[in-house]
């Protein structure tokens, strides 16, 4: 099974990437993880709703348009959202290795800006997932959903991992 992160901004902080690429490289013999890095808006330090509102639009309608250009019938999109289901770990791999065997070869997972992301982006997901009632980052979200990826993959194959 292939993996895709569409997120909102880069990782500028070196041991962000450094983990990240950690957790791909052990994903690397379940199969391909691809990243898009799309641009953030830009948002004032004090910002109103309004400004907010657009930003979360402007940034969801790249996500869109990147979600546009590909084959659905093939890929599940997973839009990352405090408000999602909050699956364990276990869960998690069956919810994969369930899409892999429904025909999915790729899995695509959205994490929206430090705003969050648009209702269209949430609506247009197959599926919202949660990691918990807790904010993070959206950066730090990357290094997070690699591991968890990563984690679900060995449950999936059988293989301990530590709990």
């Known amino acids: 099974m292939n993996f895709r992160i569409i997120c909102i901004g880069k990782l500028k902080e070196q041991y962000l990437r450094d983990a990240e690429g950690e957790y791909f490289k052990r994903l690397s013999r379940f199969?391909?993880?691809y990243v898009t890095e799309l641009k953030d808006s830009p948002v004032p330090a004090v910002a109103s709703r309004a400004e907010e509102d657009a930003a979360k639009r402007t940034e969801g309608a790249a996500i869109l348009?990147?979600?546009?250009?590909?084959n659905r019938n093939k890929h599940y999109v997973i839009a990352l959202d405090r408000g999602g289901k909050d699956l364990s770990s276990e869960e998690l791999a069956g919810?994969?290795?369930s899409l892999a065997a429904g025909g999915k070869s790729t899995v695509v997972f959205i994490i929206g800006g430090s705003l969050g992301m648009?209702?269209?982006v949430r609506s247009a997901a197959d599926y919202t997932l949660s990691f918990?009632?807790?904010t993070y980052p959206h950066r730090l979200m990357r290094v997070i959903l690699a591991e968890q990826i990563y984690r679900a993959c060995k449950?999936?194959?059988g293989e301990t991992y530590h709990k």
């Open 31 to 33: 199969g391909v993880i």
């Open 65 to 70: 348009k990147v979600l546009g250009s590909m």
């Open 95 to 97: 919810k994969l290795s």
């Open 118 to 120: 648009s209702d269209e």
């Open 132 to 134: 918990g009632s807790k």
């Open 155 to 157: 449950i999936s194959v």
